[in-house]
């Protein structure tokens, strides 16, 4: 299940983004046919199975229509959201299509059965239009690769790099309680370090193991080598609980432990990281139990450290 449609750290090229501005704009366009001068021919395609008025399908489509088209255009940091809603409102308006081919309805000039039949293999060029240009396409192929990749891998197969160099074997942590962090020192949540230093002094002999992940990949808020981000975080925040090598948190370059973390915990919408400070939790058996939020603060999860301890 797709839980996160807003992956703003994928790339996407110039084609791809043209794509999406003319794909964005022909919503609007139809939307406002909708609305003015097309609203009699989209009426003549609603299926009449549909329980309520035409002149209401199609306004109701049209607002969605005029929604999609400016979130394709305009709301780039989540423009995967936009190509996923985009396909799956091309997949549910698919029917309306279908009966204008069996019912020989004349529309949009499409007055021939050979004309309809080529509007129905259209459809599924801009479901793939609206995938591929916003870089969902690539959401979901990543998504389903590390998902097979990861058949069958438990936590404590895992392993990781410190920021020392050192080889982490995740096995090493068996019978404790890891809270795992992606963290950032210039994000505007790095206060957090605080509350995590917090947390690893009260409980590591309780068994508690805090493992902090530095990540560069949102809005470039962790550039410094690891040496630079050790410093930082033991001379600016006073962290003494261990942190790893930098490392990718979504993306084809996902880190094997967070590409784990997010097949087991999915977020909302979709399963990649939102931000920094986005929180696992793992119990005493190695079966991650709870994910955080990035605005969650270590103060707020406290109580559930407690319970797993």
């Known amino acids: 299940m797709i839980r996160y449609i807003s992956n703003p750290y994928v790339e996407t090229n110039v084609l791809q983004k043209i794509l999406r501005v003319l794909l964005g704009s022909f919503m609007i366009l139809a939307a406002i046919g909708h609305f003015t001068f097309q609203r009699e021919e989209f009426q003549a395609q609603v299926p009449h199975w549909i329980p309520w008025s035409k002149d ?68 599924p060029t801009l479901v793939l239009w609206a995938l591929w240009s916003t870089g969902a396409l690539k959401v979901l192929f990543d998504r389903s690769r590390n998902s097979q990749e ?102 084809k370059n996902t880190h094997p432990v967070f590409v784990y973390l997010k097949q087991s915990l999915g977020g909302l919408f979709t399963d990649d990281i939102k931000w920094n400070f986005t929180k696992f939790l793992i119990d005493r058996q190695g079966n991650p139990v709870k994910r955080f939020a990035p605005t969650t603060s270590p103060e707020q999860i406290e109580a559930f450290i407690k319970d797993l301890l």
């Open 56 to 123: 209401l399908v199609v306004i109701l489509s049209g607002i969605a229509e005029l929604t999609l088209g400016l979130a394709m255009i305009f709301w780039k940091r989540h423009r995967v959201w936009a190509g996923l809603a985009l396909a799956a409102f091309f997949v549910l308006i698919f029917p309306g299509n279908i009966a204008q081919y069996i019912n020989g309805t004349d529309a949009f000039g499409l007055n021939t059965d050979q004309a309809r039949l080529i509007r129905l293999f259209f459809q």
């Open 150 to 251: 990861l058949n069958g891998t438990r936590f404590y197969d895992l392993e990781a790099t410190d920021i020392q160099g050192f080889s982490v074997k995740m096995d090493q942590y068996k019978g404790k309680v890891v809270l795992i962090v992606n963290t950032a020192t210039k994000c505007g949540l790095a206060p957090q370090f605080d509350g995590l230093e917090k947390l690893h002094q009260a409980y590591q002999t309780s068994g508690l193991v805090v493992l902090g992940f530095p990540s560069n990949q949102f809005a470039n808020q962790e550039p410094g080598t690891d040496k630079n981000i050790s410093e930082t975080c033991s001379v600016n925040f006073g962290v003494t609980f261990r942190l790893m090598s930098k490392v990718q948190v979504n993306g």
